[in-house]
Each structure stands twice: as structure tokens, then as C-alpha cells.
């Protein structure tokens, strides 16, 4: 996985595009492969210069038109599908390169209390630490002139970090570094205000405003008054603006109000003042001008343009049509920004970044900090791409079922499995244009024609014989799908099935007990839930199968999901579940985890148990370590292990609906092959998740 680095801030105008720049310059002094990404972008199909620029600098191959997540409209739409197509967006091209900046959302569109949490949530989502972007200006005051804005007080600064800490808090973000950008000069103020808030550990920069990067040129205010250039040296248009002086007094005291580098604007019919401010820039004895603005349309006098035009003037001198308010206000808001069209800037922004950002100390803390959290997103779309790798194929057997039609397009479109659809193929493909889904990488099987079915009624004859089985009842049986689909599975001529959006649990699971049949020294077919919390995954068993499993039992689950847990990647710490913690209760039902546990322990040693605890004692550090001090267990549990279904069973949905996580399952296991059971109000996304972890447990198998 790439190391990635989240660049966001809290507000606008914190000109974090210079902090990604050289965030940008240090990780490729370090990795070959740097690319740029660009979470949240202004407008769809709009160019965005600061992401060309990262883009172009980074030297990456990628196509730039894939280093875009998603856009504002698409945030307002459906966060959540934003988030989505954003984490799609990233994965397809994050294994192509060897660190990545990722480039958090402008604020510009409408500010919003949710953006910071957005970006929180999106740097969780593609486990990338951010380095958090605090202005020390105050930008939201409306007193900007030119881009600069009033300075921030240490302390204002440091309240906007304790803000913008419990929003990274609440989405598990990592906080790489955090930088106050465009600093005053207390810097030794802000970094304690700052550190008061985030914490001793986390390594804080002070960079100082630098007022030629957020200055814009001429030829940008030019752009923004819809202006033409009537005087002056069209070279000048590069000149950086300062600030604004509006003509609004007697030409004798506008002079005497001129500042350097600024812009003035003035009305186009006061001739008295125009040719005053063009000499003024000529003369040694007053500030250099940045150019002169003369608003309203009015038409100069011949005498006077070519009075002008005789003292030929370098100001440029820029007409526009609007009036003066307008005008002003247009130049006030005109904003200097990093773009590839603008070296000099670049240039200015990558040694003010050296000077202030200490490179070795940025490099070990994103070489050292990784982001743990799992999200429900990522889990998900781990599931499909580990899928995708097994290419594994899986048969459906209720082709009748519009939402296993729509689960199979997501399938074959995202290419998560191969599949074998069960049904009358004419009615398959009809629904399916009907429902505008694209199903032509299934093979449609129809039971009663198929040239597999004789063989799976002579197989199913050959393992019932010894329960008075005969062709002609099997016949019969063989055509039912859910004993079908599982006969090809045993055949391997399918790797693992999935059913039970319209059918019981049983008519999924008896087919799979009589034909494909347990793992050798496993007794029982169970089942667990993949738990995906805010920010890791769990794995809870059994909370579907069996209602009151015995001491032998018990421990079968146990390790059935212990296996089941590495299969997904989670190191298993088993935790045998009891309303007592060690020797502290007695009882039938405390006895019973217990001698459980034992079972576990005499038949995995290498495996890490703990029984009985209850639920605080394992999942809670505080709690373990007083009730089970040195457990391998408590405090840091993954699997858990339930006494009975009704346990299992509430707590699953309790923690489902009230913690909003995201409940994978009922998985199946114990069998030889994967099959699984859906639930039948199964979504159409359970369905896909189901395949992709019927592939999965099928290549874990093979």
C-alpha cells in the first residue's frame, strides 16, 4: 500500500496548496512513484490549476483525469455515495505509485460546519494520516484586501485546532503534523496554543504569511474586472498587487493615499485623476503602482488619451465596463494562487516550506505513522478486491430474484466473481433489460436441461444410497435449485454458492449438511457476522445457526471463527463470552464457557482465548486490566464467541442498529465448501458483500 498523505484544512484561503507542494517535493526525495489525487473537487468537468500543478510537478504517469474523486455536486447529492466513488476513485490508481498526496476539499463552495468532517472522513476511509492546515489569518472577517486578511491571535488559533481535533476525533482520523500556514510573528505563541490542543506529541509548523503568494498578479485583477489593457507594458501585468486605493478624493489627496504595489481604482470620467496617478508611477518620489483601474465605460477624450499616450506610461492602465463599487470589490477578491503558470511562485512557495518545515522530521513521521482504522467502505471494498484476485466462481440459484439479478450486474461489472445463474435463461435475459442490466458474463443454467444434471443426480444417489436414495427421487430433488447449486459446488464445477433471498435458512443449509458435508474434526456447520465498526472489523459467532450449543460445540465455534477471522485478514483474540470474568462466577451456564475454553485450548494452543469474560472485559483496556491483568485477550478481543443464539443473535442487531455498523453475514463455516445463507430481506450491496466473501472463503480453501 502507498504511503498517503491527506492535506486539508479548516477553512478557506489557508493556501494549503503550498503545504501539499512541499509535502509533494519531500516524499519524492524519498519515493520513486509520487501522485497527486484530488478528494473533492470545485466543479465536474471544470479545470482545477492546483491539481495540474501538483499534478505535473509530481512527474506522475497517471492520467489526471483519474486523480479526481468526486465533486461538489456530488458531496451534496449523497455523501455517502460520494465517499464511495471517492475511495473507488483512489484504490484504482493508488497501487501504481509508492506514496500519494491527496489534496482535501477548497471550501469553495458553500461553507459548511460538515466540511472539515468530510475530509476527516475521507482521509479514515483511504487510511491516509492528514496533515492538518490552520491559517493564521482570519478570513472570514470580510475584511480581505488583495487576499491578505487580518492575523489571528495565538490563542484564536489554537481554539480553531481544539474545533477541528474533536471533528478528526469523531471520523478515527490520524493526525500526521498539524502547520499554521500564513503565520504572524508570536510563532513561539502559536506552537504552545496549538500543542495545548492537539497534544505533547504531534509535531507542529509555523510558516509565516508570505504576501506576494497569496498577492495576484495585474493580468489576474485584469481577468476579474473584465478589463482591456489601454496603457501601459503589457509585461507588467506580472506584477503582484498589495492592496487597493480607491479615487474617490481630490486627485491631491488620492496621491497622497497611494501604497506600494497598489492598485488603484478610479472612475473613468475623473480625467483630473488619471494622469496624476500615471506620473506619479514615473516619479521617484512616490510608490511604485501595480496598475490603475478606471470603471464605468466612460469614453477618455481624445486630449487626454493622447496626452497619455505621450508620456507613454508602463502602469498598466486597465479599462472595464462596471461601476466603482463593483469594481472595487472585484480587486478586493482577486486572489494570488500557486498554478503552473506561475513559477515564480512556486518557486517563492517551496522555499518558504524548506525554510520552516524541517524535511528529515517530516519524512520519519510519514515513514513511522500509518492510519489503522477499517471503515465499513474499506472493509467493503478490501472484500471485492481480494475477491477479484481469487476469480472464483459461485452459483445462484434464485435467478427469479430481481435483487439477485441487480447483485450479479454489480458482480460481473466490478468483476468480483464469475457466476452460474440459476433459472429459465429467456426470462433471465428478459428481466434483466428490463431492469437495464447487463448479465452477459453469467452462465444461465436451467436445472431440468443442463448437461450437468444427470451426473449431479448419479453423484447425489451415490452419497444418500445409505438412506434408501434412488434415481427417480433424486431426479426430483435435483431439481430444486438450492440442491442443484450445492451439487456443483461438491462437483467443483462451482467454487461456493449463495442463496436465501427468497428461501429459509434450511432449504440453504440442509442441502450443504447432506452433500458437501463438515471439515474433517469440526462437528457442526456455525456462523459468524463481520462487524465493521467506525473503524475496525470484528467477527461475532454464532448468531444464526445454533440455539444452545453444548461445551463441544461451543468450541468448535470458536475455532471455526478463529479461521474465519484470518481469513479476512483479522488476527484472531478469541473471547468465550460469559456474564462472569474468570474465576469470578460460578454457575451452569459460566461452567459451561469455561470448560468451552478449555476444549479450545487443548485443541489450538497457538490460539489465543480467553473464557469466560464479559463483553467490557474484552473489548475495553481500562476494564481488563483490572479484572484479567496480563490476558493476551481482554481489552484487545476480535472474535466473539456468544453462549447461545439469543445472545448472539440480539447483541449482533443491537450493536448493527444503534452503532451504525455495518453487519456482514451470516458467513457459514465448518463446511468443506463455502455455501451462505441470506437473510431474506437481504439489500442487493448484502448480496454482492456475500459473493465476495463466498469467493474469498473459496480461495482460502482451495
Known sequence: MARNVYVASVEGHTIKSAVALGILDNLKKSHARVGVFRAVSPKAEAKDPVLEMLHELSGSTIDIQSCTGADYQDVHSSPERALAQIIHRF????????????????????????????????????????????????????????????????????????????????????????????AGSEVGQITDSVRSSVGADLPIWVVPEDPYLVAPRMSQVLDAVSGELVFGDPERLKDEALDVVVAAMSEVNV????????????????????????????????????????????????????????????????????????TTMKVIRTRGMLSLSDPGKIARARKLFEEHVPGGALAQRVAEVESDAITPLMFEHSLAE??????????????????VLQ?????????????????????IRARAIDLKLDLSGATLIEISKSEHFQTCVAEYVKLRSHKGMTEEKAREIMLDGSYFGTMLVQLGIADGMVSGACHTTAHTITPAFQIIKTKPGVSVVSSVFLMALRDRVVVYGDCAVIPEPTEEQLADIAISSAETARAFDIEPHVAMLSYSTGESGSGVEVDRVRNATNLVRDRAPQLSVEGPIQFDAAVDAGVAKTKLPGSSVAGRATVFVFPDLNTGNNTYKAVQRTAGALAIGPILQGLKKPVNDLSRGALVDDIVNTIAITAIQAGAQA
Open 255 to 326: 496621491l497622497a493615499r497611494l501604497k506600494e504595489n497598489a492598485v488603484v481604482v478610479a472612475p473613468s470620467d475623473r480625467t483630473d485623476a488619471l494622469l496624476p496617478l500615471v506620473m506619479a508611477d514615473s516619479s521617484d518620489t512616490f510608490p511604485k503602482l501595480t496598475g490603475i483601474v478606471i470603471n464605468g465605460g466612460f469614453e477618455l477624450p481624445e486630449t487626454i488619451a493622447r496626452l497619455i499616450r505621450g508620456v507613454k506610461p508602463t502602469v498598466p492602465v486597465v479599462a472595464c465596463p462596471g461601476g466603482s463599487f463593483d
Open 407 to 427: 447483485a450479479a450486474h454489480k458482480v460481473l461489472t466490478r468483476g468480483i466473481a464469475n457466476l452460474i445463474i440459476l433459472g429459465d435463461p429467456s426470462a
Open 386 to 403: 481480494r475477491a477479484r484476485a481469487k476469480s472464483k466462481t459461485i452459483v445462484l440459484p434464485e435467478g427469479n430474484d430481481d435483487r
Open 91 to 182: 484504490k484504482s490508481i493508488e497501487s501504481t505509485v509508492d506514496a500519494m498526496v491527496i489534496l482535501g476539499s477548497d471550501y469553495t463552495d458553500v461553507v459548511s460546519p460538515a466540511e472539515l468532517s468530510f475530509n476527516a472522513k475521507v482521509a479514515t476511509n483511504l487510511a491516509a494520516p492528514m496533515v492538518l492546515v490552520l491559517s493564521g489569518r482570519n478570513s472570514l472577517t470580510g475584511e480581505e484586501n488583495l487576499g491578505q486578511a487580518p492575523v489571528r491571535e495565538p490563542k484564536e488559533i489554537g481554539q480553531v485546532a481544539e474545533l477541528a481535533m474533536q471533528e478528526l476525533a469523531e471520523a478515527n482520523t490520524t493526525l500526521l503534523a498539524v502547520i499554521v500556514n500564513r
